[in-house]
């Protein structure tokens, strides 16, 4: 059960795009389509925002988007905005009903 | 709405116990697996646990695995994490989540607590 891997930080200015790698093992990641990603505000619980490597739960802004290679999975904001400002946390399905979160990867909107 | 209303956090010394809440509402408790999420001060999110709807299947992370236990309370729409031989490194925000899916666990986490703060410290 470790962690996941993601960069620490990544920025972008308003209207481009970024996008967050997590990088996992064959026993995890690269095993189940069960990735998800959350988006955490400062002081604030996470939220939901894609489940299932790609599926954004209803309400969320399809400028938010994931995908998957291999043992890693991706996370796309397009069109950022001052409010995507926040870290954000993926996490997979690591078998033997076991769930295991990316260290975290804290987005600046410059 | 659906509302996850965590409590009993507080300062605990190392060694000791300490049980924490979480009260549901807005929602068929019941119908749903719920797990324990934790975040230790300035540091990313851990996986706790898991517990399944009707009570009988638990699952842990190996860190707290033989130390805590998840259980609930499906007449009161009350979740617990029972804590036992509490570590510095235990010191944490302690969020409980609820599942996404209804009956199988599913393992995404649609709506969270506001989370409770655990210091453990002599």
Redesign the interface.
């Known amino acids: 059960?470790s962690?996941l891997t993601q960069p620490a930080s990544v920025s972008g200015s308003p209207g481009q795009s970024i996008t967050i790698s997590c990088t996992g093992t064959s026993s995890d990641v690269g095993s189940y389509k069960?990735v998800?990603w959350?988006q955490?505000h400062p002081g604030k619980?996470?939220?939901?925002m894609i489940?299932?490597v790609s599926k954004r739960?209803s309400g969320v802004s399809n400028r938010f988007s994931g995908s998957k290679s291999g043992n890693t999975a991706s996370l796309t904001i397009s069109g950022l905005q001052a409010e995507d400002e926040a870290?954000y946390?993926c996490?997979s399905?690591a078998g033997?009903?076991?769930?295991?979160?990316?260290?975290?990867t804290k987005l600046t909107v410059l | 709405q659906v509302q996850l209303v965590e409590s009993g956090g507080g300062v605990v010394q190392p060694g000791r116990s300490l049980r924490l809440s979480c009260a549901a509402s807005g929602f068929t408790f019941n119908s749903y697996g719920m797990?324990w999420?934790r975040q230790a001060p300035g540091k990313?999110?851990?996986?706790v646990g898991?517990l399944s709807h009707d009570g009988i299947?638990k699952?842990?992370?190996?860190?707290v695995k033989g130390r805590f236990t998840i259980s609930r309370d499906n007449s009161k729409n009350t979740l617990y994490l029972q804590m036992n031989t509490l570590r510095a490194e235990d010191t944490a925000v302690y969020?409980c989540a609820k599942d996404?899916t209804s009956g199988p666990?599913g393992?995404?986490?649609?709506c969270?607590?506001?989370?409770i703060l655990v210091t453990v410290s002599s």
């Not at chain 1, 619980?45 to 939901?48: D, S, Y």
């Not at chain 1, 009903?97 to 975290?104: A, M, P, Y």
């Not at chain 2, 393992?107 to 649609?110: E, F, Q």
Request: glycine fraction near 14%.
């Open positions: 059960q962690a069960l998800s959350y955490q619980a996470p939220k939901l489940s299932d739960p870290d946390y996490y399905y033997s009903s076991t769930w295991v979160f990316g260290g975290g | 797990h999420v990313g999110l851990e996986w898991v299947n699952y842990y992370a190996d860190s969020y996404s666990i393992g995404d986490l649609d969270w607590g506001q989370g």
